[in-house]
Structures are given as structure tokens and as C-alpha cells.
């Protein structure tokens, strides 16, 4: 009865599939690369998208908005009333 619960030593059956990293050859590492470093990009872009979307007027110059007052304050740009 104590034979059951024993297990014998058996090897272990050969894997169907190829090994991991194996029989990839130069082209398919290449692409693998490019591949990783467009996702690379790809991430970056986003998290900048998300950060502009979260506070957009961080980005911008504060002296822009005032720049033009002043001028047309000054009466150089009479046209632009019209």
C-alpha cells in the first residue's frame, strides 16, 4: 500500500515547441528591435499627450498673452480695430 503515493523517476517527455530565443535568425531580430523601439515611441508619445490633456496651458509661455496688449495699446495696430 505504501508503493501508491511513491512516484518513480521518470524523465521528463521532450517539449513540442521551440526553445525560447532560439532559431530566430538576423532578419527577425532586426524587425523584433524596430518593432520594440516604434512601442518605445509609441509609449512616450502618449504619456506626453496625457500630460498636455491633463494641464494644457503649463506648456505655454506666459508673456505671449501680453505681448500683443501692449502693442495694440500703443495704437500701432489701428487696422486691426477696424
Keep these: ?3 501508491a503515493w511513491t512516484l518513480s523517476p521518470e524523465p521528463l517527455p521532450p517539449s513540442t515547441g521551440p526553445p525560447v530565443g532560439a532559431g530566430l535568425d538576423i532578419e527577425q531580430r532586426t524587425v523584433f528591435a524596430f518593432v520594440l523601439c516604434l512601442l518605445v515611441v509609441l509609449v512616450l508619445l502618449m504619456v506626453r499627450c496625457v500630460r498636455i ?10 508673456s505671449s498673452w501680453t ?3 501692449e502693442a495694440l495699446e500703443r495704437g500701432q495696430f489701428d487696422y486691426a480695430l477696424v
Excluded at 490633456?53 to 506666459?62: C, E, H, N, T
Design 67 to 69: 505681448d500683443h496688449k
Design 1 to 3: 500500500m505504501s508503493s
Design 53 to 62: 490633456l491633463l494641464d494644457p496651458y503649463s506648456r505655454m509661455p506666459a
